[in-house]
């Protein structure tokens, strides 16, 4: 799961998505991973709004702690030698390292990665990733929150 469905859990909500997804989806049953890189993020992201005065960093932290307690929420380490080794090989398709370890993270213990971020969305289509990820995880799916019945 990319980091965006994790932030309204600390209090940051993204216009034109639902606040609730993550809850809908455990409530689902459905098996809910993150890279622990997310966690990272999050905080990064949250510091941003107790600097700018939007959110108290408590409010963050609780969110932050919520998150990494949930039984139902697996912490996927970065220092993986899987995960690390094949997010080096994605920094050649994705810009941003965080995005490759997320999606390493996914394609190495997951059999899809949830996100709307559009350069992970397009790597869909790109033959050299689908080679690649193919070889190490064949049921492995790219979706978004639409995707998901």
Do not use: W
């Not at 919520?66 to 970065?78: G, M, Q, S």
């Not at 899987?82 to 920094?91: D, E, G, P």
């Not at 398709?93 to 996914?106: E, G, K, R, V």
């Not at 992970?120 to 049921?139: A, H, M, S």
């Amino acid at each position: 799961m990319d980091t965006t469905y994790l932030l309204p859990a600390v209090g940051i909500s993204i216009r034109g998505f639902p606040k609730d997804a993550l809850f809908r989806l455990m409530e689902k049953n459905h098996q809910i991973s993150i890279s622990d890189i997310s966690i990272f993020e999050i905080s990064a992201k949250g510091a941003k709004h107790v600097f700018a005065g939007t959110l108290p960093a408590e409010r963050v932290a609780k969110g932050i702690r919520a998150i990494i307690y949930d039984e139902r929420i697996t912490v996927i380490p970065l220092y993986d030698s899987s995960v690390l080794l094949m997010a080096f090989k994605l920094r050649k398709l994705l810009n941003d390292f965080i995005d490759c370890l997320i999606l390493s993270s996914a394609v190495n213990r997951c059999d899809a990665i949830l996100t709307e971020d559009e350069d992970i969305q397009n790597l869909k289509r790109n033959k050299e990733f689908v080679g690649f990820v193919t070889t190490v995880n064949p049921r492995f799916k790219i979706q978004t929150l639409a995707d998901v019945p």
